[in-house]
Structures are given as structure tokens and as C-alpha cells.
């Protein structure tokens, strides 16, 4: 478990009076004798900051370990520019671990070390001469057997600062994703949850104990997850407990879990043909789609196809996609069966059966549709509507305008509204920041998991990130009214807040995160509203709203 749950303390340091103590006690006054900074005592799975100075280059601390066990030792700079050197010790001075710095890396670590019982000796220093302050994270690495998660049924526990972490697994769908879904029982927050891949250790989600319920939506594939929920101190006094109850269910059956607060709805399609397949030519006459790093498509036989207000042959034709053109793909069915789409500045839904894909299209996320409408309805448009073989015949620009088009969503694919950068582990200054004014037409709702807010098609702001040591990439946007926040992560998976740190504004964590980009939309709680302020990104968790 990393510095982030620095919440978590152990007691038994000042507790229990051992041999092991007194040789502890007797090493710092020995060693605070000859050592100008003098040796200082440090704890397991605690946040201790330092400074080095020209006085102090070095700052030496005293580690008990009283069973023999393996730890993880991080040391993150606070002062900008300083690289920082690690190295463990045994009480004769032998090296049992170290870190060499050799590349002005603002954070280092040293993982999984083997130690004796006994006192250990862990000097932090400076790699390239820059003095300043740091922080020290010394924790053992525990091993915890995972509790399998059964799908559709609900699990109880708690946490407690004696057992502070439970460990859950779970294997995603070859066929369909999952909505994982964390509930604490308390009223002022929760345990932390972290989402990690079980075979490449990479933390995917974490939700913080400020959040008293969190849903995850993971992408369809064969992938091993761990469900870590550890204890966050929470509530009054601190709460001495803290209890939830997690529960795993398939992408197209979120309501599998009756968990507390307000149900996922997923509409049910009225089953409908597909579009007819007219073929204008073969296969082989087609011209290749372009290279894209998007997911693109096109006319599977040549002809033109037609684009509608929702994903059934139910919904009135918006446009049609021209037989050599292609479009963007945003969004999809859960079955893979209709694509959304964006072409020349309207939205809508396309079949599969008369399309061709390009591009990493397997990134598409999957949306939760508006039901097709009843006849009643259909009825009610046809009012509107001049005919419905006018609009077939004559897809113009009147019909596209008087037709009832589909509700603007997140495009990923268009140009950020705001711009977007670059950045790498260890940037500087930090925070980055950029001021943007949060609002627009959209309502990310459509999203499902509890996401809110009113916001541009296109993103934001979009951050393209190269990790480095830095185990936390933070967002949060600080404006003058009640904002959201949605990111499409790199993963293709959208992550949203609204809240944050007991204020309005909001936060998305990425612990461990992975390189690619990040587009964020910034959006006001209110519809119609327009909200100024500034986009912070950091990897200091002391940056915050």
C-alpha cells in the first residue's frame, strides 16, 4: 500500500516496551553524538519530512523492525529541482539496499528489501547537490489472500485502524464489462478503494475517504482485477469502524447489485431490423480507411448510410454518412451492435451491419442509450417532420434542422476547447495550470455511474502524461461556482467528481497512473451556467481544492 494511505498508523512503536527499543534509544543518543543532524526515529507506514541542508547534507533515521519482513521505502522531493538518494542499513553499517539517481528523478524508491530484526539505519540524501525538503515513506509489504468477488451478490465488511485493508478480486468479462460498486455505510465518507490489474500491479481507479460511494465502469476484456479497501479514519473522533459492502455485476445489468442510493438505468431497446444492406461495390473497390489513432468509420458497400437520432431503425434519420467519407466514432452499444458517431457537427447512431471500423476502436466506451420511443412519440415526430420519405430521399440541411437530433455528448475526437499540453514526471512548476470556463451543452449524465454536469462536446483541456516515480497524477479545477469534472482516461474508461475536500469543487485522482492522455471536460452543475476558474494538475497530494 503506498504513501497515499498515510492514514493508516501502527501503534505498537510506542506501546510495547522492548529489548529492540532500548537498543533503538541507545543508537540515537550513540550516533546523535558524532552525526551533526543527529539521527532521528522513523515509523512503518508513516509520512516523515526532512530538510537537507549545507549544515545537514545528509539526515540519518532509526528504523525498529521487530520480525523479519520485506519493505518498500519511498523518498518523494518537495523542493523543486532536488534529486534525492536513499540507503538502508544494517546497525554494523553493511548496505542492505540503495537507490542510485542517476537521472535528477524527483522521487525514488526501493522495493520489496528483505530486513533482519533489529534496528535499521536509512539515510536520505541529495544525488545532484540540490538542498531542500523532502518527504520518507517506509512500509512493509504485506501480503493479504484476496476475497473472490461472486457477480450480482452484495458483500459486507469493515475496516478498522487494527485491520485497516481488505482485498477483494475479481476477473473482468471476455464478453461484456463490469460496474464495480463500493458503498460505505457511513455518513461522513468512507474507506479508501483502490482498483489495481492483479497481473501488472497498475492502479487503475482509487476513490478517496471523502467519497461515500464509488462505481467503477471497466472495459470489456479477460483482465485479473484486486479490489483493495482500506481503512481512511473518517468521521468523528475518528470512527472506530468503517463498514461497506462492495458488489460486482455485468456491464449490461447494473441493477444485479441493489446497493444504497439511486439505481443505474439501462433503458430496454425495442428489438428493431437493421439497416438494409444495399451493396454499390465489392469489398475490393472500397478505398482503405486512413490511419487514425482515433476509432473511424465507413460505408461498408459504397452507398450511403444513414444516421439516426438513436440506435434502432425507430429513430428519424439525422443525416446520412456519404458512401466515401468516414466519421468518428464516440461511443457505442454494450453489444457492439450501433456506433455514435459525429459528422459535420451533428451526433448520432449508425448500424454496424452497414459500416467498416479503422483505428483502436476497442478504446470506444460504451453507452447507456435513451430508450426508442413508443409510438406515441413516433407519431408526434412525424408531426413535426415534413415526411418520412422526404427526409430519406433528400438528406438536406432543413431536414437535419427540423428533424429532432440527438442530444450533444463527450467527443473526445474534437480539438480541445482550451488547448491542451504535454508533461512529464517531475514537472515544473507544479501545479500546472490553466484557466477555462466550465459549461456547455452537454450533460455527461448519459455516462451513468453518479456522473453529473453540463460541459463542451469537446474536451476541455487534454494532458498527454508520461509517468516517472510519481505515484499520484491529481486534477481539480478551482472556479467561482459549483463545477464537475469528467476525464477519459488513457484506458478508454471516463472517471467523474463533483465535489471535493468539503468544498464545490471538483478532484479526480490517478494513483500509479499510465502514460497516454487524459481529456478532461470541466462542467457546471447548472445547466445554461458559465463558470470561470482554473485547471490545476499536480503530483503533490498537498495540492488540493
Known sequence: MHARLSTIRKTRFFTRVTPLMLVLALLIGALSVSAQSGIQPLELDENTTGTLTAAAPQIEYALLIDTPTRINVRVFAITPGLAPNVRVLDTAGTQLGATSNTGNQTAVQIQALNVPVGVLRVQVSSANGQLGDFLINVEPEQQIPPTPLPLGQIVNGQVSSAAARLVYSFSGGADQGRWLFVQSLLVTGGPVVIVTDATTQETIAMSSGRVRGSRFQLPTGAVNYLVEVAYAGVG?????????????????????????????????????????????????????????????????????????????????????????SFANVIGRLPDNSWYLITISNVTGWISASVVRLGGPCNLVPAILPTATPTVSLATATATITPTVSSLTATPTATA?????????????GLPPVFGSTALTSGFVPDPFTVAITAGGPANV?????????????????????????????????????????????????????????????????????TSGRYDIWIGTFSAGASISGTLNVTENSGNRP
Not at 236 to 263: H, I, K, M, R, Y
Not at 280 to 296: A, G, H, K, R
Not at 401 to 407: E, K, L, M
Open 236 to 324: 468523528t473522533q475518528p470512527a472506530p469502524t468503517e463498514a461497506f459492502t462492495v458488489c460486482l455485476a455485468p456491464e449490461n445489468n447494473p441493477n444485479a447489485c441493489p446497493v444504497v442510493g439511486a439505481p443505474v438505468t439501462i433503458p430496454t431497446l425495442i428489438p428493431a431490423p437493421t439497416e438494409p444492406v444495399v451493396p454499390t461495390l465489392l469489398p475490393t473497390q472500397l478505398p482503405p480507411l486512413p490511419p487514425s489513432n482515433v476509432c473511424i468509420l465507413g460505408s461498408a458497400t459504397g452507398g450511403n448510410v444513414n444516421v439516426r437520432s438513436g440506435p434502432s431503425t425507430n429513430f428519424s434519420i439525422v443525416t446520412q454518412l456519404n458512401g466515401t
Open 400 to 412: 437535419t434542422v427540423t428533424s429532432p437530433s440527438a442530444a450533444p455528448t463527450l467527443n473526445f
Open 445 to 513: 449524465s448519459y455516462l451513468g455511474g453518479g456522473c453529473t454536469g453540463n460541459t463542451t462536446s469537446a474536451p476541455s483541456f487534454s494532458v498527454t502524461y508520461t509517468p516517472g516515480a510519481f505515484p499520484l497524477l491529481r486534477f481539480y479545477f478551482v472556479g467561482s461556482g459549483d463545477t464537475t469534472m469528467t476525464i477519459n482516461a488513457p484506458n478508454g474508461s471516463y472517471f467523474c467528481n463533483d465535489d471535493s475536500f468539503g468544498t464545490f469543487s471538483p478532484t479526480i485522482d490517478f494513483n500509479s497512473p
